[in-house]
């Protein structure tokens, strides 16, 4: 995309203003010093809870897209009080009935950095930046990913009356937990939330994955930026045979872009990933970053040879007791749900995604053919659970993705 895509007018006068605030917009490499450094003290005062929102972050993660990044940053009285970054990407909208996937609409997508708005409490500051993103020209939809249900965001976005006359909005999932580990005190004490059955059970877990293991485990801690090869490396091996990869097409691929953005991580001192080792062979990763307090889990994969020994519950373990030994985060933030995660989780909230569709016939085709795999699957779901025939199938499936691995 070139940087002309987003038709805005960086550092424009004519910036909009109301009620003394004014909106003024730029596509990031635009951005000058000054409104960088304003942004900066921004973050130090009230810091955001993504990374995504981070100058710095942006300037080096997403360093290959700068130019489809727009920025908004809001003022009054020469004071910035907010900000909002939106990245372009040509993003097709997957269909899926169950584990299939069964078509790829064209969608050209502005995706908010993060998960909420670093804007005050005020009706008419969001007002500013809906009416120009509705202006915009060059994407299909405005899309909103994991947003809080209880934040001032997901309120606006779902009464406001200006987003209601610019946008058909889509609901593209029922709202879902989004679990968090926040850390306090030492490993023991943590696993006291758990009953001793429990405890007993997740121990057994590990010391029965160590005896089975096809080799001496190991479980190896990257933080360097000499590590980074060494580590991608082997997880991008583990997860080539992942269902994952194999049946949705994610994964670590874009092993160059991943690569950069490790190198880039580790630089700061964010990286922070992990291995499970059998032997010489490796058969589980997990890859994220630590910021500020915050650690992210961004992918995590293993080798389904050893799924019945439940190689990600005792990496999982493994994370956990080292992270409450080295370098202890604030909290984890575990991102979309997993029965797993939350199982390991002490704290949580709901989130949900929202599109806001441009008001055209093929984009309102659009959501509705994605509401109807959502509703047949669903459907089809019930069903197999009434015969119990769900797990088998979902099993199946993903057995086939991988078979020849």
């Known amino acids: 995309m070139e940087a002309n895509v987003l038709t805005t007018n960086p550092l424009s006068p004519a910036a909009t203003e109301a009620a003394g605030y004014v909106l003024r917009e730029s596509p990031f490499r635009a951005l000058t010093g000054d409104m960088l450094d304003d942004w900066r003290k921004f973050e130090a005062a009230q810091p955001s809870e993504s990374p995504a929102q981070d100058p710095e972050w942006i300037q080096g993660y997403f360093q290959e897209d700068l130019d489809r990044i727009s920025t908004y940053l809001l003022y009054r009285g020469g004071e910035l009080l907010g900000h909002a970054s939106f990245l372009w990407r040509d993003w097709p909208l997957k269909l899926h009935l169950g584990e299939v996937g069964i078509a790829r609409l064209p969608l050209k997508r502005l995706r908010l950095l993060g998960s909420t708005l670093s804007f005050p409490d005020d009706e008419g500051c969001y007002d500013l930046l809906f009416r120009k993103l509705a202006a915009a020209q060059g994407h299909d939809a405005l899309y909103f990913d994991q947003v809080p249900v209880e934040s001032r965001l997901w309120s606006y976005l779902t009464t406001s009356a200006l987003v209601e006359r610019s946008f058909h909005t889509y609901q593209s999932e029922e709202p879902s937990l989004h679990p968090r580990l926040r850390f306090q005190g030492t490993f023991e004490e943590y696993l006291k939330k758990f009953s001793k059955s429990h405890r007993h059970h997740l121990r057994r877990k590990v010391s029965r994955f160590r005896e089975e293991a096809p080799g001496e485990v190991r479980f190896i801690r990257y933080t360097r930026p000499e590590e980074v090869d060494s580590f991608l490396d082997a997880a991008v091996e583990v997860s080539k045979k992942t269902y994952q990869w194999n049946l949705h097409g994610r994964g670590l691929r874009a092993t160059d872009r991943l690569r950069r953005r490790l190198h880039f991580a580790a630089g700061r001192g964010w990286f922070r990933s992990y291995l499970l080792y059998c032997g ?126």
Not at 345 to 360: E, I, K, P, V, W
Not at 380 to 398: E, Q, S, T, V, Y
Request: charged share 25%; glycine share 8%.
């Open 280 to 405: 010489e062979a490796p058969y589980a990763f997990l890859v994220g970053y630590q910021w500020k307090g915050r650690y992210s889990t961004d992918e995590i994969g293993f080798d389904p040879v050893l799924a019945r020994r439940s190689p990600g519950t005792v990496l999982q373990m493994l994370v956990l007791e080292d992270m409450h030994v080295w370098d202890t985060p604030q909290m984890i933030d575990f991102g979309s749900y997993d029965k797993y995660k939350e199982e390991f989780a002490n704290d949580s909230y709901q989130h949900c995604a929202m599109y806001l569709f441009r008001r055209t016939p093929y984009l309102r085709a659009v959501a509705a053919g994605d509401l109807a795999c959502r509703r047949g699957t669903e459907l089809a779901a019930r069903l197999l659970h009434r015969f119990d025939l769900k797990r088998g199938l979902k099993k199946a499936i993903r057995t086939v993705s991988v078979k020849g691995q």
